[in-house]
Structure formats: structure tokens, C-alpha cells
């Protein structure tokens, strides 16, 4: 069964830090770009981060740069996401998201054409 696994999600204090993690399970994530997306009660899904396949190209959206952190180890099938600083406006359910992509030097932070989703994580930023 092929599936991503979402996990490291919970309540935090503001300015505290959160990492999450994505493991793949039945397939191999050598050959996708992963993003990270976030979904907040009443807003769109909206695009946190990326990372290429090979890992040398990342991307983050504004209100993230500086405080998050984007990673992948694919000998262990899993990617990661370093959250410090977090804010209240951190708060939603987080995603991972797998794109199959020729190319190893690129990544989407858009979440349609995605190929393969995670059930997401919860994550509460609240003192």
C-alpha cells in the first residue's frame, strides 16, 4: 500500500519548536519533490515549504522564511519539517505531499497535481 505518514504534530507555546516528519511506505521517495502544506479551520490549503529530490533546492512561503526548516533523508524515506519560532497563526493541520517529477531540481508549493497525500497532523500553537 502506497502512503505517506505524517507525525510530530501537538500543542506548543509560542515561540516554541515543533519538527514533523514524512515517511513513505510502498514506494520510494527518490523520485518525488515533497511539500509541506498547512490547512487552518475555514482557509485553503495553502503551500509551506518544498524540497527537491535531490534536496538542494528548497522553497518557503514569506511568513515562514527564517523560522522553518525543510529536510529530507531518503535513505530513510522520510522528509522533515523544522518549525521554531512558531506562532499562533502556525496553527492548523499540516501535510506532506509527494510530486513525481523528472526533473531532480525542482519543487511545487502548489497543492493541485500533487500525487500522493499524507492524513495530516494537528498543530496547535497556543499559550
Known amino acids: 500500500q502506497l502512503q505517506l505518514v505524517e507525525s510530530g504534530g501537538g500543542l506548543e507555546q509560542p515561540g516554541g519548536s515543533l519538527r514533523l516528519s514524512c515517511a513513505a511506505s510502498?514506494?520510494?521517495?527518490?523520485?518525488?519533490?515533497i511539500g509541506w502544506f498547512r490547512q487552518a479551520p475555514g482557509k485553503e490549503r495553502e503551500g509551506v515549504s518544498c524540497?527537491?529530490?535531490?534536496?538542494?533546492?528548497?522553497n518557503y512561503v514569506d511568513s515562514v522564511k527564517g523560522r522553518f526548516t525543510i529536510s529530507r533523508d531518503n535513505a530513510k524515506n522520510t522528509v522533515y519539517l523544522q518549525m521554531n519560532s512558531l506562532q499562533p497563526e502556525d496553527t492548523a493541520v499540516y501535510y506532506c505531499?509527494?510530486?513525481?517529477?523528472?526533473?531532480?531540481?525542482?519543487?511545487?508549493?502548489?497543492?493541485?497535481?500533487?500525487?500522493?497525500w499524507g492524513q495530516g497532523t494537528q498543530v496547535t500553537v497556543s499559550s
Open positions: 505531499a509527494a510530486d513525481r517529477v523528472a526533473f531532480q531540481y525542482m519543487c511545487r508549493m502548489t497543492p493541485s497535481g500533487q500525487d500522493y
Open positions: 510502498g514506494f520510494t521517495l527518490d523520485y518525488y519533490a
Open positions: 524540497i527537491s529530490r535531490n534536496g538542494e533546492i528548497t
